[in-house]
C-alpha cells in the first residue's frame, strides 16, 4: 500500500492563478481531511469529507475549493491564489472503525505539498 | 484563540535522559488526544494517544498522561535517543467526524 499520496509535491504560482491539488488513498478509508501548515503554527483544517460525495469546512476554509467524487480521491481547489495560500499543504485520511471495532481516531497523513503563491 | 497550545517551541535533552513535552486544552469537549511526531519534508505521523477517560496510555518509550482536570497533558520519552529528533504535535479530537485541533509544535532535539 502506498498509504496516503499527494500531487505535486512542490508548485509556484502567481497571485491570481489556479490549480489543483491531488490526495489519494488506497486504504479505503471513508474520511479525507485538507490541512495547511503554516510557520510557527500548528496543522489547520481546511475542509474535510465523510465520504464519496460530501465536503464540509474546517477552520479556514476560505479561498479554497473541494471535491470528493471519488472514495479515493480528495482535490483542493485554489481559484485564485494569493500570497497568503503559501504555505505547506496536508491530506490526511481516516477510516471510520478500527481493527478490532469501534470509532477509528487515528488520521494518516500525506508527504505534503509545498505551495508558493508570488 | 488556540484551543490547544504546546508554550515550548522548542526543547533539548541528553541521549538517555527523558523528554516530557506539554500541552494544554481549553476546549472541553475535546474527548480524545493525539501526539504526532514530524520529521522536516514529511508528513505528520502517528505516535501515541490516549483517550479522554483515561490518564494514562504507555506504548514502549512513549508515555501520554492526561490531566482532565487541568486540561493538560504530557508525552514522556525515556530514554531519548538522537533519532526521536524531530517536531511534535499535539492534536484534540472532536465533532463526529473527529476533526484533529494542532498545538503549534515542540521541536525536540536529542544531544548525542
Known amino acids: 500500500n502506498a498509504g496516503v499520496t499527494q500531487t505535486p509535491k512542490f508548485r509556484v504560482l502567481k497571485t491570481g492563478q489556479s490549480m489543483t491539488l491531488l490526495c489519494a488513498q488506497d486504504?479505503?478509508?471513508?474520511?479525507m481531511y485538507w490541512y495547511r501548515q503554516d510557520p510557527g503554527m500548528g496543522l489547520r483544517l481546511i475542509h474535510y469529507?465523510?465520504?464519496?460525495?460530501?465536503?464540509a469546512k474546517g477552520e479556514v476554509p476560505d479561498g479554497y475549493n473541494v471535491s470528493r467524487l471519488k472514495k479515493q480521491n480528495f482535490l483542493l481547489g485554489l481559484e485564485s491564489a494569493a500570497p497568503s495560500q503559501t504555505s505547506v499543504y496536508f491530506c490526511?485520511?481516516?477510516?471510520?472503525?478500527?481493527?478490532?471495532?469501534?470509532?477509528?481516531?487515528?488520521?494518516?497523513f500525506g508527504p505534503g505539498t509545498r505551495l508558493l503563491v508570488l | 484563540d488556540q484551543q490547544v497550545k504546546q508554550n515550548s517551541p522548542s526543547l533539548s535533552v541528553q541521549e538517555g535522559r527523558i523528554s516530557i513535552l506539554n500541552c494544554d486544552y481549553t476546549?472541553?469537549?475535546?474527548?480524545?488526544f493525539l501526539w504526532y511526531k514530524k520529521y522536516p519534508a514529511e508528513g505528520p505521523t502517528f505516535l501515541i494517544s490516549?483517550?479522554?477517560?483515561?490518564d494514562k496510555n504507555e506504548d514502549g518509550r512513549f508515555t501520554v498522561f492526561l490531566n482532565k482536570s487541568a486540561k493538560h497533558l504530557s508525552l514522556h520519552i525515556v530514554p531519548s535517543q538522537p533519532g526521536d529528533s524531530a517536531v511534535y504535535f499535539c492534536?484534540?479530537?472532536?465533532?463526529?467526524?473527529?476533526?484533529?485541533?494542532f498545538g503549534s509544535g515542540t521541536q525536540l532535539t536529542v544531544l548525542p
Open positions: 490516549i483517550s479522554s477517560i483515561k
Open positions: 486504504m479505503n478509508h471513508e474520511y
Open positions: 469529507s465523510v465520504g464519496e460525495g460530501t465536503t
Open positions: 476546549n472541553s469537549m475535546f474527548d480524545y
Open positions: 492534536a484534540a479530537s472532536s465533532g463526529s467526524a473527529r476533526q484533529l485541533t
Open positions: 490526511a485520511s481516516r477510516p471510520l472503525m478500527a481493527r478490532g471495532g469501534g470509532r477509528q481516531e487515528t488520521q494518516y
